[in-house]
């Protein structure tokens, strides 16, 4: 185990989420990268209970590994809001896509063990690529996270209007999953925004 790689992890409880500073959110209310994967992989295992008590067939533990590293190159990255692609024109996603894969690529290669290298490299290639089950559970996670942060924001405070453009596009782009219970949870969160 290298220390580098230690240190880049326990960075990420020291960088903030940039997309909620993008929507005026305070910078001492705004949560870390590190809070943010603790609450996707969270939300993540739920689901893949979820999904395997309805009778599917799911690696939870796949499931769990990929939520909880799917963050891991903004330890040297930062976090790259959408809000900042905008700058970079119609390449800007592919461009954050190649910075976060090198930043990637770095950080596990901090690992000596060859076996983990290619264990968490194949995990961050299935969730980039988003084609298995698995993958498709952590990015609907990773999106449900947000909703239940939004709500968050709100009861401290903040008016729906800061953040209801990211409401609604991350609430479109749920509604398109393909994972069912999914619509569990984002039936929760609907409720919870009315309720405000």
Do not use: N
């Amino acid at each position: 185990m290298s220390s580098d790689f230690i240190s880049r992890l326990s960075r990420l409880k020291l960088i903030p989420r940039t997309g909620w500073i993008s929507h005026d959110i305070s910078l001492e209310d705004v949560e870390s990268v590190a809070e943010h994967s603790y609450s996707t992989s969270t939300i993540a295992m739920l689901l893949a209970d979820m999904e395997t008590s309805s009778g599917r067939q799911v690696d939870v533990e796949r499931v769990l590994r990929m939520a909880l590293l799917h963050d891991l190159a903004e330890g040297l990255t930062f976090d790259i809001s959408k809000a900042y692609l905008q700058y970079l024109g119609r390449s800007g996603a592919a461009i954050k896509r190649r910075v976060e894969q090198a930043a990637w690529s770095h950080t596990i290669q901090s690992l000596r063990s060859r076996s983990l290298r290619i264990k968490y490299a194949e995990l961050q290639s299935e969730f980039d690529a988003q084609e298995t089950f698995e993958s498709q559970i952590v990015h609907a996670a990773d999106k449900l996270d947000i909703l239940f942060q939004t709500i968050a924001y709100h009861r401290k405070g903040y008016p729906r209007r800061m953040l209801a453009d990211l409401w609604k596009s991350t609430d479109q782009s749920l509604s398109r999953c393909k994972v069912p219970s999914v619509k569990v949870l984002l039936k929760i969160a609907v409720q919870l925004y009315k309720a405000l």
